[in-house]
């Protein structure tokens, strides 16, 4: 079985450019989450997809931020503009609906904001 | 919210001595609990996890957990660790009703031949 695959692996840009992320969950998992995780700190979730459809993006900066899942299965963390602080890895996750607790990580994306 | 502690951030022991890393979490009600562990250059896996019944978890590579209700702890241990084990251990907590995992801080793990 496939895992969760993200890219890309690393993206280093300069501050105020904008940046994308691309996660392919695992196959037959509806449920998709973006995660934050600086540097000496545990992930942080960003939004959680239920198929398409965003149902907690509380902890989203929404002024930077956006994501998207249109057609219920790969997802795009965009940032825009990027600023210093955004440096961290990117992490995308799934799992099964109703076992959200149980989530598989891709490889992440680091991303290093000069 | 609910909050997940671990200490010691930085552990460095050698092979064949036993490790321990504490867990302690925030919220009062029923919780999922589990442990990930990333690999140097992996991404993060699931290395156990408690939902209920007994509370003495056992896990891939010899690893296993205690859930203390009363403790609200959640501690990871193994009796003799190998080089292989150096990693970065996250304990994570999911509660009730709510579809997040919390993670802590993680534990730096080294170990040394």
């Known amino acids: 079985e496939a895992g969760v695959v993200q890219s890309p692996r690393y993206k280093i840009i300069e501050k105020k450019q904008p940046v994308a992320f691309w996660c392919n969950p695992i196959?037959?998992?509806?449920?998709l989450y973006w995660y934050r995780q600086n540097l000496g700190q545990g992930p942080e979730l960003l939004i959680r997809?239920?198929?398409?459809?965003?149902?907690?993006d509380s902890q989203l900066p929404k002024d930077r931020f956006s994501a998207e899942r249109l057609k219920g299965v790969d997802s795009t963390l965009k940032i825009q503009p990027a600023e210093l602080g955004d440096s961290a890895v990117y992490l995308c996750?799934?799992?099964?609906?109703?076992?959200?607790?149980?989530?598989?990580f891709g490889p992440g994306t680091r991303l290093t904001v000069t | 919210a609910q909050s997940v502690s671990q200490h010691n951030h930085h552990v460095i022991l050698s092979e064949a001595a036993s490790l321990e890393l504490g867990c302690n979490y925030s919220?009062?009600?029923?919780?999922?609990l589990f442990w990930y562990v990333q690999y140097p250059g992996q991404h993060l896996q699931l290395l156990l996890k408690y939902f209920s019944g007994d509370p003495l978890v056992k896990g891939i590579k010899g690893f296993e957990a205690e859930f203390i209700k009363s403790k609200f702890s959640f501690n990871l241990r193994k009796p003799s660790v190998q080089w292989s084990d150096t990693a970065e251990y996250f304990c994570a907590v999911n509660a009730d009703g709510n579809n997040r995992l919390a993670f802590g801080k993680g534990n730096q793990v080294v170990v040394i031949p």
């Open positions: 997809y239920e198929n398409e459809e965003a149902v907690d």
């Open positions: 919220y009062g009600g029923t919780v999922n």
């Open positions: 996750a799934s799992s099964l609906r109703f076992r959200s607790y149980e989530q598989y």
């Open positions: 196959s037959g998992h509806n449920t």
